[in-house]
């Protein structure tokens, strides 16, 4: 078998088609979820905390002047850009939790799914009803 022959035969395979389509999915979805948090959630969270915007907290490490926006510190130097990592860890949170919603309700409606119904016993072979017979005979 060629190469090129095992390699169609391993890309037309349904888990690598179904692979191919849930990495598609999941990088459009977190998309959304990084749109979600950063757009809708972070805001919220950063105007509870008296309007601070996460995204811009930074430690300078390479001697930059206060005040500057975590882009320009960055072209100044090394930067501990933690207020990063709290929007990054938010979101991975949220696409966490939703992802496991996700599966519970998928577990829930397989498990909701009704059993096959039983098949009906097999007929007995011709013996044991002959056998069956005479006992029934002998019994009168």
């Given at each position: 078998m060629?190469?090129?022959?095992?390699?169609?035969?391993?890309?037309?395979?349904?888990?690598?088609?179904?692979?191919?389509?849930?990495?598609i999915i999941?990088?459009?979805?977190?998309?959304?979820?990084?749109s979600?948090?950063?757009?809708?959630?972070?805001?919220?969270?950063?105007?509870?905390?008296g309007?601070?915007?996460?995204?811009?907290?930074?430690?300078?490490l390479?001697?930059?002047?206060?005040?500057?926006?975590?882009e320009e510190?960055?072209?100044?130097?090394?930067?501990?850009?933690?207020?990063?990592?709290?929007?990054?860890?938010?979101?991975?949170?949220?696409?966490?939790f939703?992802?496991?919603?996700?599966?519970k309700q998928?577990?829930?409606?397989?498990?909701?799914?009704?059993?096959?119904?039983?098949?009906?016993?097999?007929?007995?072979?011709?013996?044991?009803?002959?056998?069956?017979?005479?006992?029934?005979?002998?019994?009168?």
């Amino acid at each position: 078998m060629g190469m090129m022959q095992e390699f169609r035969e391993f890309a037309v395979k349904g888990n690598a088609i179904d692979l191919a389509v849930g990495v598609i999915i999941g990088g459009a979805f977190g998309k959304i979820v990084d749109s979600i948090v950063g757009d809708l959630i972070m805001p919220v969270v950063g105007k509870l905390f008296g309007g601070l915007d996460f995204s811009n907290y930074y430690v300078a490490l390479a001697g930059q002047a206060a005040g500057l926006s975590l882009e320009e510190a960055k072209k100044g130097g090394a930067v501990f850009a933690y207020g990063n990592f709290i929007t990054i860890l938010v979101n991975f949170i949220l696409l966490a939790f939703i992802i496991f919603m996700m599966v519970k309700q998928i577990n829930r409606l397989k498990k909701e799914e009704p059993a096959a119904a039983e098949p009906a016993p097999a007929e007995p072979a011709e013996e044991v009803q002959l056998l069956r017979e005479i006992r029934d005979s002998l019994k009168r």
